[in-house]
């Protein structure tokens, strides 16, 4: 009668481990898949495309403004240009630059992927003379 009970402490003990080891095992691959989506994230972001298109806006946009009559029409047609660049890598870019003030210009950039939808402005306001 003895030993028929050791037996089945042993049996107990190991069910009792075998589920610890499946619980253990369970809470580490979540923690592992977890922390790489995030990484993978990270890297889907495109975040310098986003700048860059910013950048060369700016950039763009103050070296026209020294030919104040056709600063909106210089600002759409560089639109329009980078637009086009942008849709032959697989991206919609929509650039909206307006001279609002004297020396002021609102700036609008839409930037859309299978990914990611992302819009700075609306009325961003940038200076273009010192």
């Known amino acids: 009668m003895q030993k028929a009970r050791k037996g089945q402490w042993l049996i107990l003990s190991g069910i009792i481990l075998a589920v610890g080891l499946v619980s253990l095992t369970t809470l ?3 923690a592992l898949s977890a922390g790489y989506k995030v990484a993978l994230s990270e890297t889907e972001f495109p975040a310098h495309e986003i700048n860059e298109i910013y950048e060369e806006t700016v950039r763009t946009a103050k070296l026209v403004w020294e030919n104040e009559d ?14 086009k660049i942008y849709a032959l ?9 307006y001279n609002s003030t004297e020396n002021i210009a609102n700036l609008t950039i839409q930037f859309r992927s299978e990914n990611v939808n992302f819009t700075l402005g609306p009325d961003r306001l940038i200076q273009l003379k010192p």
């Open 70 to 83: 056709n600063f909106n029409q210089s600002m759409e047609y560089f639109s329009e240009n980078v637009s």
């Open 28 to 30: 580490l691959n979540e």
């Open 89 to 97: 890598h697989g991206f919609y870019v929509s650039i909206s630059a």
